[in-house]
């Protein structure tokens, strides 16, 4: 059974930084092609990013030029690397397979305020 641990959220003014860590537990084919969601109460989640195994990445509009996603392998663990924060990336932000579905973990709350 995998298990998914994120980390890294916290508060942080509109134009700061956070890297958001996604640990894994179990076997690395299950985390193969990996990608970073979000969500909060009054939207679906949705995706960030993406990331394959060979670290070939995909972004949604909103992240473009702002958010990084990148892994370790030797670690199970993907990051995402998220600049020029604005209060509409307020969020719960999960990891997952992209594929096949594992377990969601709690998430890490992101909030970006003044």
């Known amino acids: 059974q995998v298990q998914l641990v994120e980390s890294g959220g916290g508060l942080v003014q509109p134009g700061g930084s956070l890297r958001l860590s996604c640990a894994a537990s179990?076997?690395?084919?299950?985390?193969?092609?990996m990608a970073w969601y979000r969500q909060t109460p009054w939207k679906q989640r949705e995706l960030v990013a993406i990331?394959?195994?060979?670290?070939?990445?995909t972004y949604v509009d909103f992240a473009k030029g702002r958010f990084t996603i990148s892994r370790d392998n030797a670690k199970n663990t993907v990051y995402l690397q998220m600049n020029s924060l604005k209060p509409e990336d307020t969020a719960v932000y999960y990891c997952?397979?992209?594929?096949?579905?594992?377990?969601w973990g709690q998430g890490t709350q992101v909030t970006v305020s003044s």
């Open positions: 997952n397979n992209l594929i096949k579905s594992l377990s």
């Open positions: 179990g076997r690395s084919s299950s985390i193969n092609v």
């Open positions: 990331i394959s195994s060979g670290g070939g990445t």
